[in-house]
């Protein structure tokens, strides 16, 4: 069965950071690419961050560029979104994401298991 269970969100003011973390369990860690999204209260699920497995590339959405990195730990399953320069815009519920393809996507419908996904609260 596999699961993907994030920590690390909560309550920080702007310009701060936080780490986000999604430990990935009952897969072969190495053959899937990982995504973080986002979905901000009455808005749709957006892209935030991905990592493919196959070469390490990363893509990130406009908003997020230059301020998120993303990166995994293939000894620990784990996935990681650091998240630096935070605006209140951020705040939002993250979830994490697997895609069973060795390749990333931005396309929501193209993940396969995704997280119970953590809170994020920027505030101003």
């Known amino acids: 069965q596999v699961q993907l269970v994030e920590s690390g969100g909560g309550l920080v003011q702007a310009e701060g950071s936080l780490r986000l973390s999604c430990a990935a369990s009952?897969?072969?860690?190495?053959?899937?690419?990982m995504g973080w999204f986002r979905q901000a209260p009455g808005k749709e699920r957006e892209f935030v961050a991905a990592i493919s497995r196959s070469d390490s590339n990363t893509h990130y959405a406009s908003s997020v560029k230059g301020r998120f990195t993303i990166s995994g730990d293939n000894a620990k399953n784990t996935v990681f979104l650091q998240m630096n320069s935070l605006k209140p815009d951020d705040t939002a519920v993250y979830y994490c994401?697997?895609?069973?393809?060795?390749?990333?996507?931005?396309?929501?419908?193209?993940?396969?298991?995704w997280g119970q996904g953590t809170q994020v609260t920027v505030s101003s």
């Open positions: 994401a697997a895609r069973s393809s060795a390749y990333l996507s931005v396309y929501s419908n193209e993940y396969d298991y």
């Open positions: 009952g897969l072969t860690f190495n053959e899937y690419a």
